[in-house]
């Protein structure tokens, strides 16, 4: 397995690479990701990738272009050192949220970076926990979706949480929490809210019992936090006793650490597939796992051309 794979990285997230490298007893690929003075991008591999099979670990995370483009000078980079295949990884797949036309005269953002990164000359993708999983069908090439369920499962199975209701924050989340609610043997209750506009949700009702129960909102991501402490106090105010909250990708924008820190939620419990801030790391109520052998063991299977659906849930 070793002399035919690399793994190599951007600046986006190094630490969850030299995790995944360090779960897969592998080094981590020698290049170089630099700036010129204005800005642009320069990226060099420093070793032999001719004829190898190539994963190339990069969140687009903030600042959301400025990593974009960096994954897509390396995947060219591979590409025209003729890398048998190349592989794009992307725990986390910005522009995500823009999946439709849902307004006049807006674009769909989530296909054109699809369309991008197959024009770079990515062979497949791997991602975890899209926005919507229709998401795949906006890819040219083969992608491999996890999901950070089991991770996430298996934390609050341990917790042994009483009377436990999972919440889905919105209509569209109910499938997710309902396979968390089968999986930790809970109730299950949905939040109907009505976006007033960008980031700015409100509250209507709640479908389901969560008085005196202890609660969990599960979500894919928190971005500003607001629809997240928005619904802990609806919840909250029905009776819950307490209110958890977990999701995959912690964007943490603007005022949301602050939010969370003074809100009635007990815990957040999110994944390392974007870095924290240092806001973030310094909170007393998030909470970080990893997600570093779920993808190691993805990129193995892909790698040696085996089922990765044992890693689904």
Sequence with gaps: MHDDIKIFTGNANRPLAEEICHSLKLPLGHSSVSRFSDGEVYFQILENVRGKDVFVIQPTCRPVDTTLVELLLMID????????RITAVLPYFG????????????????????????????SRALTMDLHVPQIQGFFDIPVDHLFAAPVMIDYFQKLSLPDLTVVSPDAGGT????????KLNANLAIIDKRRVEANVAEVVHIVGEVEGRTTLIVDDIVDTAGTLIKSAEAIMQQGAKKVYACCTHPVLSGPAVQRIDESSLDQVVVTNSIPLSSEGTKSGKIKVLSVAD????????????SSVSS???
């Design 311 to 313: 890693l689904f849930i």
């Design 175 to 182: 499938e997710r929490a309902r396979a968390y609610a089968k």
């Design 77 to 84: 980079a591979f590409k025209r050192a003729s890398a048998r």
């Design 95 to 122: 522009y995500a949220r823009q999946d439709r036309k849902d307004k006049p005269r807006v674009p769909i953002s989530a296909k054109l970076v699809a369309d991008v990164l197959s024009t770079a000359g990515a």
């Design 294 to 305: 779920l993808l190691g063991k993805a990129i193995k299977s892909i790698h040696e051309e």
